[in-house]
């Protein structure tokens, strides 16, 4: 699932369940369907299962900010090492590189995820295939909730009215 979340800055928190928590990445860009276009894709702390259908308002504290559901479905791990071995979701996320096929409302198609050095920098970047696009951009093309239909600005003003 990947939720947008407008705190100090805007970004997306692409999460991918694996081992019983929720692998996290900040992604200040968002998603891009471009395969020439790396996005740079912060690791964050694990998230509990329970999150990954959070939309609402954090009032203070740690990620303060609102947050909406942005897309949401099922992955597939498509890691390889020498050559043909399939390799977990934590031993590739242990050895900085993820390849996966998403599988949401609104992202589809191969993607991977490889680790920059050895801090928590990450690329998202799109694998070429039938859903890569140079041209469209998913963030602008479709910013509501797939949980509710709002957009940020209902998110937030929805949780001022109650
Ligand atoms: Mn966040």
Known sequence: MIQLH????????????????LKSWAVPKGPSLD???RRLAMQMPDHGLDYYDFEGVIPDGYGAGTVLVWDWGTYTNHTER?????????????H?????????????????LVRKGRGNEWLLIKK??????????????????????RVLDEVAEDEAAE
Do not use: N, Q
Request: proline share 4%.
């Open 96 to 112: 900085g590189k993820l390849s996966f096929e998403l599988f949401g409302e609104k992202l589809r198609g191969r993607f991977a």
């Open 6 to 21: 407008d705190a100090t800055s805007l970004h997306y928190d692409l999460r991918l369940e694996a081992g019983g928590t």
């Open 128 to 149: 070429r295939d039938e859903h890569s696009r140079a041209e469209a951009d998913p963030t602008e093309l479709a910013p509501w909730s797939v949980k509710t239909g």
């Open 35 to 37: 395969p020439s276009d």
């Open 82 to 94: 020498h050559g043909h071995l399939l390799v977990s979701v934590e031993e590739a996320l242990r």
